[in-house]
């Protein structure tokens, strides 16, 4: 059992659906993480909240939205998605935003777009 | 040339030998480096990290670091099937809010 939580665990939607994704952490880190992988592929960093602030965007498509509404709950929203975007979604903490903190992965949330 | 480069695999070793996974980062700021462990359909693991040169040593892992030639290496003693996966190293700088730069992993294969 990993200490992030990440629901759903697997969750199929339409194109026009709005849906949200869900983190939490009780490890008191203060930085969290979204991450899109593709099959085979590395983990992409999308965003990265530190005392929850958004600090980091990579330049993600607009139709993902985060929201971090506190240290230990993370949130994606999720509006208008391409099926481009089916893949694993991870969510990751580390004791702060510095640098050189190792990163603790949540379980993650497949995701399918249809 | 990527930022961080991994050898794809698959590396394949019998159960009971050591298994050496290398990785080899362009950037010399680089200063924080992590080996993560992910099996098919899974979330990544972290396994170890390691900040300064030389070996750090958990149990059956062994990271080693030469920030010099930059490298950064796992050692698997032991291997087990269990340990079948693929690992995927990670280079930090330290100084862009814990953005790590991923390797595309290597596929290990520990054959009984």
């Known amino acids: 059992d990993t200490e992030v939580t990440q629901t759903p665990k697997h969750l199929v939607m339409g194109m026009t659906n709005k849906k949200s994704l869900k983190c939490e952490q009780h490890?008191?880190?203060?930085?969290m993480y979204w991450y899109k992988q593709k099959a085979k592929k590395p983990p992409e960093l999308m965003f990265v909240y530190s005392y929850e602030k958004l600090s980091i965007n990579e330049s993600v498509p607009s139709r993902f939205s985060p929201e971090c509404p506190n240290s230990s709950l993370l949130n994606l929203h999720l509006h208008a998605l391409q099926p481009e975007d089916s893949a694993l979604y991870l969510c990751?903490?580390?004791?702060?935003?510095?640098?050189?903190?190792?990163?603790?992965f949540g379980d993650g949330t497949r995701l399918s777009i249809l | 040339q990527k930022e961080v480069e991994q050898n794809s695999g698959p590396l394949s070793v019998p159960e009971g030998a050591i298994a050496s996974l290398n990785c080899t980062y362009s950037?010399?700021?680089?200063?924080?480096f992590f080996w993560y462990r992910q099996y098919s359909g899974k979330s990544p693991e972290l396994i170890m990290f390691i900040y300064s040169n030389g070996d750090k040593e958990d149990g059956r892992f062994t990271a080693q670091l030469n920030k010099a030639s930059q490298y950064v290496s796992l050692l698997i003693r032991d291997s087990q099937p269990s340990d079948s996966a693929t690992y995927l190293c990670?280079?930090?700088?330290?100084?862009?809010?814990?953005?790590?730069?991923f390797g595309d992993g290597t596929t290990l294969t520990v054959k009984p």
């Open positions: 490890m008191g880190h203060r930085a």
């Open positions: 990670a280079v930090n700088r330290n100084t862009n809010a814990g953005k790590s730069t």
């Open positions: 950037d010399r700021g680089s200063q924080s």
């Open positions: 990751a903490s580390s004791h702060d935003g510095q640098g050189g903190q190792p990163q603790h």
